[in-house]
């Protein structure tokens, strides 16, 4: 039973247009969700992260928006750039606990 | 600079023969992670400690141990490996506030033979 999903495994942007990743989740008691970049042979670093009770949460070229009514959360990177290109996994916080459950990740190409 | 280290970074052992993967941080947080991630599929976390506090999820098997000496240090002890073990091991820490980031290492690429 997979929580929090990641249903597009890759996505292919021009440089200089807008990424947007998705990221669903099943357990409306999530409260806080956060963004995770991965380059390949590295550990995950963290990107952004939003609180349950708002709904977007910026951070340069970085936006998250929380649709909680769709369970719903997206990544926005605007512009994109090559540099940007690696995996994002979308993790969420499980309330009363330390725990995390992780997304499948989706792997950005951003072409030059 | 603060940092989460693992060693080794690869790991190539033979079925059954126990391996021990380390995990060590220098920011001092109270929660340490062990997450087993297989190629394309999200990092499952394996156990957790709170300090000293040993939470172990429902569903690791029990060829998966764990050691925490001291803050800074966190073990993961692979008993009897075998080859379905193979994967890539995360290990993570957060200050363990609601929300607070992990922070996580650069992974150790275990194979087995």
């Known amino acids: 039973d997979q929580q929090v999903k990641q249903n597009s495994p890759s996505l292919s942007v021009q440089e200089g247009r807008i990424s947007i990743l998705n990221c669903d989740y099943t357990?409306?008691?999530?409260?806080?969700f956060l963004w995770y970049k991965k380059y390949p042979a590295e550990g995950p670093t963290f990107l952004i992260s939003?609180?349950?009770?708002?709904d977007k949460n910026e951070d340069g070229r970085f936006t998250v928006f929380l649709n909680k009514s769709a369970k719903h959360l997206s990544l926005h990177i605007v512009p994109s750039q090559p540099g940007d290109s690696a995996v994002y996994f979308c993790?969420?916080?499980?309330?009363?606990?330390?725990?995390?459950?992780f997304g499948t990740g989706t792997r950005l190409k951003v072409l030059a | 600079d603060a940092m989460v280290i693992q060693n080794p970074r690869y790991q190539v052992t033979q079925f059954g023969k126990p391996v021990t993967l380390s995990c060590s941080q220098t920011?001092?947080?109270?929660?340490m992670y062990w997450y087993q991630q297989k190629s394309s599929q999200a990092p499952k976390l394996l156990f957790h400690y709170y300090d000293k506090d040993f939470n172990n999820e429902a569903d690791t098997p029990d060829n998966f141990q764990s050691r925490r000496p001291n803050t800074s240090f966190c073990f993961l002890d692979i008993r009897s490996p075998g080859l379905g073990d193979t994967a890539m091991y995360l290990c993570?820490?957060?200050?363990?506030?609601?929300?607070?980031?992990?922070?996580f290492g650069p992974g150790t690429r275990l194979l087995v033979l």
């Open positions: 993570a820490t957060s200050r363990g506030l609601g929300g607070e980031t992990q922070y």
């Open positions: 920011l001092n947080h109270n929660v």
């Open positions: 357990n409306s008691m999530f409260d806080y």
């Open positions: 939003i609180s349950s009770i708002k």
């Open positions: 993790a969420a916080s499980v309330p009363g606990t330390y725990k995390y459950i």
